[in-house]
T-cell receptor
Framework: GDSVTQMEGPVTLSEEACLTI???????????LFWYVQYPGEGLQLLLK?????DKGSNKGFEATYRKETTSFHLEKGSVQVSDSAVYFC??????????FGQGTRLTINP | DTAVSQTPKYLVTQMGNDKSIKCEQN?????MYWYKQDSKKFLKIMFS???????INETVPNRFSPKSPDKAHLNLHINSLELGDSAVYFC??????????????FGPGTRLTVL
């Protein structure tokens, strides 16, 4: 079945460090791909998305490129801030309005 | 101007009780969802309703019964609560019926603790 696998957390970085959170997927068709972010005590918010191969989603300095050949959608940011501390979820959408989420990666940024 | 709201925010109850969680969205969306997030943060869809019709039921025990009185509301009733039901429950909504172009907006979550 359709699934999403994220790199295991937690991830701890210093402020201004580079970030990569790996995400790979398995799907029978051509899904749309998403990154959601969950700040402490809050619900999920859409961070960025890509709907077809080679699309790049970007928002708030974060980027992710839809790589069909490697079935990946890795999240990257060049310089993280303390305010980026949150749990990040990779997700795919493949019809029937059903989002399939990865297990989440907790990111902590130290000043 | 809350987009997706849930009540209550916290719910602590005894095993065997029946409880309800309410969800309302003021975005004019026609599709609503319930998700369960377990203690390890794993998030999984439970139900989806489109225009008050059930379209997704992900093998959830029949102790869980969603009810959609109108497009703006999707409530979740849980009978005979068990310890394993302890989790954070998220409501979400979106416009449209597919294609991945329609962002799902999430509520703040309801933390259910069963003692």
């Amino acid at each position: 079945g359709d699934s999403v696998t994220q790199m295991e957390g937690p991830v701890t970085l210093s402020e201004e460090a580079c970030l990569t959170i790996n995400c790979t997927y398995t799907a029978t068709g051509y899904p749309s791909l998403f990154w959601y972010v969950q700040y402490p005590g809050e619900g999920l918010q859409l961070l960025l998305k890509a709907t077809k191969a080679d699309d790049k989603g970007s928002n708030k300095g974060f980027e992710a490129t839809y790589r069909k050949e490697t079935t990946s959608f890795h999240l990257e940011k060049g310089s993280v801030q303390v305010s980026d501390s949150a749990v990040y979820f990779c997700a795919l959408f493949l019809g029937a309005q059903k989002l399939v989420f990865g297990q989440g990666t907790r990111l902590t940024i130290n000043p | 101007d809350t987009a997706v709201s849930q009540t209550p925010k916290y719910l602590v109850t005894q095993m065997g009780n029946d409880k309800s969680i309410k969800c309302e969205q003021n975005l004019g969306h026609d599709t609503m969802y319930w998700y369960k997030q377990d203690s390890k943060k794993f998030l999984k869809i439970m139900f989806s309703y489109n225009n008050k019709e059930l379209i997704i039921n992900e093998t959830v025990p029949n102790r869980f019964s969603p009810k959609s009185p109108d497009k703006a509301h999707l409530n979740l009733h849980i009978n005979s609560l068990e310890l394993g039901d302890s989790a954070v429950y998220f409501c979400a909504s979106s416009q449209g019926t597919g294609g991945g172009y329609n962002e799902q907006f999430f509520g703040p979550g309801t933390r259910l603790t069963v003692l």
